[in-house]
């Protein structure tokens, strides 16, 4: 398992794309939480969750951390490096159990920075904004239990979103495609969900929607009006992720490379 490991890690930092891609991560997902914590102001909007409001960029950086997951496993069918991986690590679980350990791993570091760029926006933006301790706003800060956990359910939260890009790469096999489903079911169901169903049916995409369900660990305030629990919604994608990487691991077993 090590070797398998150890390729893996070698066939993913020797081409540019991954490495540009866990920069995208991290730019992409401060940005968009930069941008969103210095638009609100206070008091007009005292009441948000300023940890949530913070971590908003997540919801933006995922799709980089889809992209990288999705080229982990495509980029070898479209150039036939996958009969040479094959070859090398015949045992196609230990294939498969090697990328998801790679991709975890990158995804994990990429977006522990992501994820405290965001918070370190947010801290030094919101108060400007009038998130102050005049108005009982704290300071962020990961002393703050709730804070802690958002922050890393939100490293979390990306790490399963990398997973759950694998298992569909590795059903799918073609790199568009796979982005194609993975963005679908990310980002246009709720949408549709928000646009064309009524309350109970968006209450329900709310619980058991990949996205939908997984940010609710970013919640601190108000937690008995979401949908879910921050955990539960969390370990919702984990099953999503679960699922669909076993749904993978079938393919790879019964189709030919």
Same mark, same amino acid.
């Given at each position: 398992m090590s070797r398998a490991?150890?390729?893996?890690?070698?066939?993913?930092r020797t081409i540019p794309a991954p490495g540009w891609l866990l920069l995208a991560v991290v730019a992409m997902t401060v940005g968009a939480s930069a941008l969103a914590t210095g638009v609100v102001k206070c008091p007009a909007s005292c009441g948000d969750d300023t940890t949530k409001l913070s971590l908003t960029g997540v919801m933006l950086g995922q799709a980089a951390v889809a992209a990288l997951a999705v080229l982990a496993v495509t980029a070898e069918y479209s150039t036939g490096m996958i009969l040479i991986s094959l070859a090398a690590t015949p045992r196609r679980t230990v294939l498969l159990s090697a990328k998801a350990v790679v991709v975890t791993g990158v995804v994990l570091a990429a977006g522990a920075v992501a994820v405290l760029g965001s918070l370190l926006a947010g801290r030094m933006l919101l108060?400007?904004?009038?998130?102050t301790t005049a108005h009982d706003v704290l300071a962020l800060s990961l002393f703050h239990g709730p804070t802690l956990r958002? $922050?890393? &359910?939100?490293?979390?939260? *990306?790490?399963?979103? %990398? !997973?759950?890009? /694998?298992? #569909?790469?590795? =059903?799918?096999?073609?790199?568009?495609?796979?982005?194609?489903?993975?963005?679908?079911?990310?980002?246009?169901?709720?949408?549709?969900?928000?646009?064309?169903?009524?309350?109970?049916?968006?209450?329900?995409?709310?619980?058991?929607?990949?996205?939908?369900?997984?940010?609710?660990?970013?919640?601190?305030?108000?937690?008995?009006?979401? $949908?879910? &629990?921050?955990?539960?919604? *969390?370990?919702?994608? %984990? !099953?999503?992720? /679960?699922? #669909?990487?076993? =749904?993978?691991?079938?393919?790879?077993?019964?189709?030919?490379?």
């Open positions: 490991i150890h390729a893996e890690w070698t066939k993913l108060p400007g904004n009038g998130f958002a $922050a890393g &359910g939100s490293v979390l939260y *990306l790490a399963l979103i %990398g !997973l759950f890009s /694998l298992g #569909v790469a590795t =059903a799918v096999r073609d790199p568009a495609a796979a982005i194609a489903v993975v963005l679908g079911i990310l980002y246009v169901i709720p949408i549709i969900g928000d646009v064309a169903l009524n309350a109970t049916w968006q209450h329900r995409i709310e619980r058991w929607t990949p996205m939908d369900a997984g940010l609710a660990i970013q919640g601190t305030k108000n937690l008995a009006q979401q $949908a879910i &629990g921050p955990w539960s919604g *969390l370990g919702v994608l %984990g !099953l999503w992720a /679960l699922a #669909v990487l076993l =749904a993978g691991w079938l393919v790879l077993r019964l189709r030919d490379a």
